[in-house]
Nanobody, 140 residues
Framework: QVQVVESGGDLVQTGRSLRLSCRIS????????VAWFRQAPGKEREGVACADWSGSKTEYADSVKGRFTISRDNARNTVYLETKNLRPEDTATYFC?????????????????????????????????WGQGTRITVPS
């Protein structure tokens, strides 16, 4: 059974930093691309960042470029999201995802070919593993 558990969210002031962690068990992480999504109250879920199986290919939403960094430690089955210079608009619940189709759909919305990050044959991969989320709150 695959489990995805996020941690590290908190209430912080504007300009501060947080490191989110995502521990994944029940699969060999190096076989999969990973991503962080977020959902603010009353808004749709949006992609934030993703990384290929090695972590060497990454993509980011324009709103977080230069402030957020996704990384992964396959030996520890853990994915990280370093967030810096947090803003009130970053307030959201952050979800870690191992889901090629969701990642592909998001990459298309930012005009990045999914094959840039995903392995060939991603369209036929139906796995979908998500955590319960961890919340970042940045008061305005």
């Amino acid at each position: 059974q695959v489990q995805v558990v996020e941690s590290g969210g908190d209430l912080v002031q504007t300009g501060r930093s947080l490191r989110l962690s995502c521990r994944i068990s029940g699969l060999r992480l190096y076989d999969y691309a990973v991503a962080w999504f977020r959902q603010a109250p009353g808004k749709e879920r949006e992609g934030v960042a993703c990384a290929d199986w090695s972590g060497s290919k990454t993509e980011y939403a324009d709103s977080v470029k230069g402030r957020f960094t996704i990384s992964r430690d396959n030996a520890r089955n853990t994915v990280y999201l370093e967030t810096k210079n947090l803003r009130p608009e970053d307030t959201a619940t952050y979800f870690c995802a191992v889901d090629d189709r969701a990642i592909a759909a998001w990459l298309r919305t930012i005009s990045v070919p999914p094959i840039t990050v995903l392995s060939p044959g991603f369209a036929g991969r139906t796995h979908s593993y998500w955590g319960q989320g961890t919340r970042i709150t940045v008061p305005s």
